[in-house]
């Protein structure tokens, strides 16, 4: 694994090595390229933490990266996205 960090450093050298949910991904700087395993392992990391909850705006502000790259990213993964906003007519409505 060292080897492959240090082979990531040469190539991408704006980003380190951060642990997120218990893995290892590069914090990247911004506009760094990100392909292969590596958007791989991101993409995986920002699914798990969009399904607990959190927003595309959130993601994309923790992991340094734009709206549109994060939205992009969940797509491609497959994740099926939350409607915007929250309950503001029907049923839901209602009960508050």
């Given amino acids: 694994m060292v080897g492959?960090?240090?082979?990531?450093?040469?190539?991408?050298?704006?980003?380190?090595?951060?642990?997120?949910?218990?893995?290892?991904?590069?914090?990247?700087?911004k506009g760094v390229r990100v392909s292969g395993a590596e958007r791989t392992k991101l993409a995986s990391s920002l699914r798990a933490?969009?399904?607990?909850?959190?927003?595309?705006?959130?993601?994309?502000?923790?992991?340094?990266?734009?709206?549109?790259f994060v939205h992009r990213l969940l797509t491609e993964d497959g994740q099926a996205l939350r409607r915007r906003g929250g309950a503001t007519r029907g049923q839901a409505a209602k009960k508050s």
Avoid at 49 to 68: H, P
């Fill in 49 to 68: 933490r969009y399904d607990r909850g959190e927003s595309i705006r959130a993601l994309a502000a923790s992991s340094g990266r734009s709206y549109g």
């Fill in 4 to 29: 492959t960090d240090l082979e990531a450093r040469r190539r991408h050298p704006g980003t380190r090595r951060v642990t997120v949910d218990g893995a290892t991904v590069a914090e990247l700087s």
